[in-house]
Antibody, heavy 113, light 108 residues
Framework: QVQLQESGPGLVKPSETLSLTCTVS????????WSWIRQPPGKGLEWIAY???????NYNPSLKSRVTVSVDTSKSQFSLKLSSVTAADTAVYYC???????WGQGTLVTVSS | ETVLTQSPGTLSLSPGERATLSCRAS???????LGWYQQKPGQAPRLLIY???SRATGIPDRFSGSGSGTDFTLTISRLEPEDFAVYYC?????????FGQGTKLEIK
């Protein structure tokens, strides 16, 4: 069964770039597509983007100007970069298989100076 | 963008009772690509139902989904203590994928 694990800094300064990586295990990353979803503390879920293992991407228009997702099939990893962060980007970030079939445990990223 | 509206916001029921949760879309959901998730405090969401009515792997048969077009329902036939949580619907038929605001199912 596929497992996903997020990694990256838990604290990012305002105006800087948030960078997270998701490592896929227990299955091949060369299947279907992989997503990033976030959840601000105490709030609902927001889809950020997805990427196919081929590199094809799709972004949420609300974040598109600041988001980049990439995939490294040799490492079974995919990544998220979110630039020019503000306090509004503070959230638990989840990496997800497909639209939501399997989720990582999530990682809290706080934007604060 | 497809806006999903869930109702009620909070549902108070007792174990053994039947729960009916609603999700209404602002436009028709393509190919009934609608999912339901359960989220407990401190945990990631878990997929319960996909494609509006198919149970995900390992999900008990007391959970069922129905609907098409713009109106969808999640039914829990007999509530177990572990079912009290927040439930979200999500459409993945058109980009951007969107979620409802959630329904909190609490013990009465």
């Amino acid at each position: 069964q596929v497992q996903l694990q997020e990694s990256g800094p838990g604290l990012v300064k305002p105006s800087e770039t948030l960078s997270l990586t998701c490592t896929v295990s227990g299955g091949s990353i060369r299947t279907y597509y992989w997503s990033w979803i976030r959840q601000p503390p105490g709030k609902g879920l927001e889809w950020i983007a997805y990427i196919y293992y081929t590199g094809i991407t799709n972004y949420n228009p609300s974040l598109k100007s600041r988001v980049t997702v990439s995939v490294d099939t040799s490492k079974s990893q995919f990544s998220l970069k979110l630039s020019s962060v503000t306090a509004a980007d503070t959230a638990v970030y989840y990496c997800v298989y497909s639209y939501g079939v399997k989720w990582g445990q999530g990682t809290l990223v706080t934007v604060s100076s | 963008e497809t806006v999903l509206t869930q109702s009620p916001g909070t549902l108070s029921l007792s174990p053994g009772e039947r729960a009916t949760l609603s999700c209404r879309a602002s436009q028709s959901v393509s190919s009934s690509y609608l999912g339901w998730y359960q989220q407990k405090p401190g945990q990631a969401p878990r997929l319960l139902i996909y494609d509006a009515s198919s149970r995900a792997t390992g999900i008990p048969d007391r959970f069922s989904g129905s609907g098409s077009g713009t109106d969808f329902t999640l039914t829990i036939s007999r509530l177990e203590p572990e079912d009290f949580a927040v439930y979200y619907c999500q459409q993945y038929g058109s980009s951007p994928y969107t979620f409802g605001q959630g329904t909190k199912l609490e013990i009465k």
